[in-house]
């Protein structure tokens, strides 16, 4: 857990990455149709999954499911850090310090803010680790060795502190001038925060962890640049990552907004992958531009951001008339019932985890239809979804899928993927484990 755990939109760096090693060799399956007609999707996407050996689909199993333990770990430390830092008192003693270090009542939520995020940033600090360094390594899926990866912790850590603190003073002066609709204008508040860190962190924050430079093969190059200009993506240039740096996994994106678009795949995409397997990739992520995903996960996060003021809004006042003068917190203008607003919010966004993750799963799906029906993969498609199989589940149960899944699983994906292949439209396979469709 990061110093997200305050919700105040500290600024972090998500990166989805699709898939984390080479997916195994896939062998002709044509003898799994023999004797049959026509070809059959739902036995076409049982052969693909049964290439995977049984050893690698256990490890990818424990892996994905450890991180339904960890979605819980997190919540509950979260809640924890919240609910320490409220009762003990150190809340109120941190607003009173602020309230010591300027007599400016706009200014006091950026003195606050430093040691809160601080405080945050070292209770999580031994889960942080453990997630995000030894699991990872454990599995085999870093590559950065312990110092390299500190260092963009602390680099974390200071986007997280100046974000936090801009927040927080736009938040409280809101709070304290609408004390009884601030749940209204907290939340426009805060989805202009959302809206911005959309633009910003691309452009701004991505760069302090990674390199972008042009992509030198031109045959990958102009293959990407030509789905681009099919599909009216306004770009002239496909970008480099050095990923590898941080792990093995391959991923993507086309980020912009109003009009504007970046293309960029990471250097593991370049080296694991062949061009259909690229070409189906980077038709994915430009789906999510095309289909304008990111207004639409703005419009979705907003929503369920109104929720949580209205939720938050609605226990807020009770529990500070109950228990506010022991916790030395007067109202929802007191920055010393930032922990308890916290915490309501931890607890609203864990409850909705699953409608959260469906909004998610939704424009992922959407993006596979059009990631395939651009570049015309079929087995291209299924060998992506075997590689990001490495890490993530690949034939869960439905009720597990629905959940607990932000993307589609590897299983749903291969269907997908030989539900068009069945229809016999015109693709760029070679021929699959299945061979050439006619």
Known sequence: MRVVASFFFALQIVIAPIAASAAPAVPSLTTALAGTKSFDPATATR???????????????????????????????????????????????????????????????????????????????????????????????????????????????????????????????????????????????????????????????????????????????????????????????????DASRQSNRVSANVSGIFGTARIALNDNLLRQCSLPEIRVVMAHEMGHYVLNHSFKLFLYSSILLLGAFVFSSLLFEGLVRRWGGRWRVKGIADLAGLPLLTLLFTIYYFLLTPISNTATRVTEREADAFGINTAREADGFAKIALKLGSYR??????????????????????????????????????????????
């Open 47 to 241: 052969a693909w999954l049964d290439t995977v050996p049984a050893e690698a689909r256990a490890r990818s199993d424990a892996y994905f499911e450890g991180g339904y333990w960890l979605l819980l770990w997190n919540f509950l430390l979260s809640a924890a850090i919240a609910i320490f830092i409220l009762v003990s008192g150190l809340s109120a003693r941190l607003r009173d310090l602020a309230e010591r270090a300027t007599r400016f009542r706009v200014l006091q939520p950026a003195f606050y803010a430093v040691p809160y995020v601080l405080i945050v940033a070292a209770l999580s600090f031994p889960l942080t680790v453990y997630a995000e360094y030894f699991r990872e390594h454990a599995y085999g899926l870093a590559t950065q060795s312990f110092g390299p990866w500190f260092r963009e912790q602390l680099i974390n850590l200071v986007v997280a502190l100046i974000a936090t603190t801009i927040a927080l003073v736009v938040l409280y002066a809101v709070f304290r001038r609408a004390q009884r609709t601030w749940w209204i204008w907290g939340t426009m508040a805060g989805a202009i925060f959302l809206l911005i860190a959309t633009m910003v962190a691309p452009v701004f924050v991505a760069p302090l962890f990674n390199t972008y430079k042009p992509l030198e093969d031109p045959k990958i190059s102009e293959s990407i640049l030509a789905m681009a200009r099919a599909n009216e993506i306004p770009v002239q240039q496909v970008y480099e990552v």
């Open 393 to 438: 589940k690949l034939d869960p149960g439905p009720l597990e899928e629905m959940i607990l899944f932000d993307h589609p699983s590897g299983r749903a994906r291969i269907r997908m993927a030989m539900d068009w292949k069945a229809a016999n439209l015109p693709a760029g396979d070679g021929g699959g484990p299945l061979g050439p469709n006619r």
